[in-house]
């Protein structure tokens, strides 16, 4: 693609950056047939090709944004399918992060998507007051149906389940059982802390009795994933300068093998750390050794030399597992084969899931900013799963589990499934069912 931005707007590196990734598209149009908004909506403006036109015209031109390109940069769920199909190797993962920020700088939004962003990256990356927003969501959850669609699925969330908090999210360090043979620092998260208490439990579990050392670092808190894709690069910035500080303060004593991360979401921004902040000289180094440091945890579990025998005596009885692989995991990270390598090794059937590569429309906060085609590319990904005929669905990420989950879809964190193989407890979501009984028999 040609571009013509000028001397002085190549001085600014979010601009040279931009028109890098720019040059590289040849309007093929091959990630429009994997784009989940295309897919659904069937308008040029939402996909990949018709939003990089968008967004060429608005940086080249160094305009500030208009309700027509914001309404089309929105609907984008940075799913990242396209950069899996793109053959130009168009990085659109950064292009589109730019035009955010440039969007949050240039565009005053109205007054109640304004307020509604302030509240969800208050609220969201801040585990306490998530736990309050789900106490009182839980509350008004009887008037769902009264309230408008956006502050409907907030709502809606506070339907689920809460655990209290659990012992893993404090800062400590958790010793190896027997001889260590690793350490690790530990991602708790902030949303996952409050909605699925038992993944970050099961993955300490796991590690220990593997003989690796598992780190809470204090400090370490939100990864800056949410605000980050609303364009808030200041605040993104400042919380992953938090965490980076509390891991090297980690690396800079006893060391740490990896930093083991349990949301693939979140896994796909800190493995970004050292892009994000490749221009602060104070932090660029040690953001690029933390990026380098970063691993799902089926990751790093693929790289243990597991023995055969942690997993003989599995009492779960084979069932069918839907493998949903979240679009962070697959497209951002490009990890397909050890999720399902390591469900197979632990006695698990793994089915595969038809359309696998779409997004099922949680997307972070996407399926609260925009709960219609959330809606559609929800229902498309429940169809596919429930045409598997599984047992239950496994995923490692909690916004797709949050999304997908229905009464007759029990999604289990994939980690919480190889700690029940290799001698955990049933994850608490399948002990009241009837078909637990007989596949823990």
Known sequence: MQTNFSTAQLENPMFAESEQILRKCVHCGFCTATCPTFVTLGDELDSPRGRIYLIKDMLENDKPATDRVVKHLDRCLSCLS????????????????NARAHIEETYERPLGDRLLRKLLALVVPNPTLFRLSMIGAKMAAP????MPGRLKGMVKMGARHMAPPSWVDKPQIIPAIGSRKGRVAILTGCAQQVLETEINESTVRLLTRLGIEVVVAKGAGCCGSLVHHMGKEEKS???AKGNIDAWCAEIDGEGLDAIVI???GCGTTVKDYGHMLRNDAAYAQKAATVSALAKDIT?????LDIEDNVFANATHGGPRVAYHSACSMQHGQKITRPPRDLLKMAGYEVLEIAEGHLCCGSAGVYNLLQP?????LQERKRGNIRATQPDLVATGNIGCMVQIETDDLKVIHTVQLLDWAA???????????????????
């Open 82 to 97: 396209c950069t899996s199909t793109c053959p130009s190797g168009v990085d659109y993962m950064h292009l589109i992060d």
């Open 143 to 146: 008037f769902a149906r009264l």
């Open 237 to 239: 910035h400042h919380q």
């Open 262 to 264: 349990t949301a693939s």
């Open 299 to 303: 990751e790093y579990l693929a790289g």
């Open 372 to 376: 219609e085609i959330a809606g559609k």
């Open 423 to 441: 001698g955990g407890p049933v994850p608490e979501k399948l002990r009241d069912r009837i078909g637990a009984a007989s596949l823990a028999s």
